[in-house]
């Protein structure tokens, strides 16, 4: 991550520097994980910067609030307002967003529905997640021997940050053995998704994906490569997936906000396809990519423009 001092960050309506985006050691997040947050990208435009998908972002959050019996005080208007604010205060076309909502309040029983909460929206410099080359070259991935969690133990729709515990175990243990990422199974043993992303699968000219019931986060690029495939005439299957349909399916790649679309060349050391990115993954990748960037026009109203100067007087 690019720290850059000369930056702003968003805490609570205000744009304050940098180095004062600070909590307390006591605060509630430290020591019991209670924060909720998203992850969000804006691209350059002709017309300038915009944020992608910025409201369904928003909503996430919400939600996320809502499980956590976070009392959250902003409408998603407001974050969508908030994102547009920090990216213009911080003259970025092509960024990062990071909207994060912690219990900052100094407690050290768990309980948490009456503590504290601030909100912040964080930028920053951001190129492709798995690497320079990931997204044409592809990524060799392994299948983690962590799972995503069962039903009724942490809530998989939440985006809180206890759930990167066991994303944080596969990512390590899949670059400790020179994989750019891990697959993990949900606790039956079905295909989930990655350690922050959701994954598709192609099988004679079929799209599959797993479903919510696999424990997976709701992934927003998800439901955008699911609008995208039936707009291309593409047919998708949301559906159980056996960890052996990843080693026989024609092409694999993976999909969120930070990886974007990202083909997958095999796993666990056996190809996928010929081993190669795949025609079905590229041109969902470039699909993305033309809309994120407004060069295929926006029909499902996916950006947030960012006005230039939009926070003089702010
Ligand atoms: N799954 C996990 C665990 C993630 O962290 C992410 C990234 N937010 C995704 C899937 C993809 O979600 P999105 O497309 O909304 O970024």
């Not at 997040?29 to 409201?55: D, K, L, N, Q, W």
């Not at 927003?220 to 949301?238: F, H, N, P, Q, Y």
Request: glycine fraction near 10%; charge should be neutral; hydrophobic fraction near 40%.
């Amino acid at each position: 991550m690019a720290k850059n001092s000369a930056m702003k960050i968003w805490r609570d309506g205000h744009l304050v520097n940098w180095d004062d985006a600070n909590i307390h050691i006591l605060s509630h997040v430290v020591h019991y994980g209670s924060s909720v947050f998203e992850g969000v990208r804006a691209y350059e435009t002709p017309s300038g910067g915009a944020i992608f998908r910025a409201r369904e972002h928003a909503r996430r959050l919400l939600d996320s609030c809502k499980i956590y019996r976070m009392p959250f005080p902003y409408s998603a208007d407001d974050v969508v307002q908030a994102m547009v604010d920090t990216v213009a205060a911080n003259d970025m076309k092509e960024c990062y967003i990071r909207p994060l909502v912690i219990r900052t309040g100094q407690s050290m029983g768990v309980g948490g529905s009456d503590i504290p909460i601030e909100t912040f929206v964080i930028p920053w410099k951001a190129g492709p997640y798995l690497g320079h080359e990931s997204t044409t070259t592809g990524v060799h991935v392994r299948v983690s021997s962590w799972r995503r969690p069962a039903p009724d133990t942490t809530p998989t729709l939440a985006k809180a940050g206890g759930n990167y515990l066991s994303s944080q175990l596969t990512k390590m243990e899949a670059k400790v053995d020179e994989y750019a990422e891990g697959i993990m199974l949900d606790s039956f043993g079905f295909v989930s998704e990655g350690s922050g992303m959701n994954i598709f699968a192609v099988r004679d000219g079929c799209l599959y994906t797993t479903p919510l019931s696999a424990g997976i986060l709701q992934g927003i690029t998800r439901d955008s490569v699911m609008v995208m495939a039936k707009d291309l005439g593409i047919d998708v299957r949301e559906q159980v997936l056996l960890r052996e349909f990843l080693y026989t399916a024609d092409e694999l790649f993976f999909c969120g906000t930070a990886v974007e679309v990202t083909p997958i060349c095999s796993v666990d050391r056996i190809e996928v396809g010929d081993g190669k990115p795949g025609p079905i993954s590229l041109k969902i990748q470039k699909q993305y990519l033309g809309i994120a960037r407004g060069k295929i026009p926006d029909t499902h109203r996916w950006l947030t423009h960012v006005p230039e100067l939009a926070v003089a007087g702010r």
